[in-house]
């Protein structure tokens, strides 16, 4: 059985070769050419009602899946949480 996961990202790249009708490449014999209907399928087969975040726009991927995980809110209404650790990064 596979494991669940809380949400599922499909990467930009992926995003754009579907929007422009083009299949998506893989190593993977058994999905290469498949487009994002083929991948949404397989992955509400095996993992139920998880959200599908998908965005051709790299710059979109931190909101969709702060939204997908129900975060937007979380921050703001704990006081205890200072910082995302999803969006904050250590400068270098």
């Known amino acids: 059985m596979a494991q669940t996961q809380d949400n599922h990202l499909f990467a930009p790249g992926a995003c754009r070769h579907n929007a422009s009708k083009r299949p998506i490449s893989g190593e993977n014999t058994t999905t290469s050419g498949w487009s994002l209907e083929e991948y949404r399928t397989k992955v509400r087969g095996t993992q139920g009602g998880a959200p599908i975040v998908e965005t051709t726009e790299e710059r979109e991927i931190v909101p969709l899946l702060r939204a997908a995980l129900s975060l937007e809110n979380?921050?703001?209404?704990?006081?205890?949480?200072?910082?995302?650790?999803?969006?904050?990064?250590?400068?270098?």
Not at 74 to 83: E, T
């Open 74 to 92: 979380f921050y703001a209404s704990n006081p205890l949480a200072l910082s995302s650790p999803i969006t904050d990064s250590v400068p270098f």
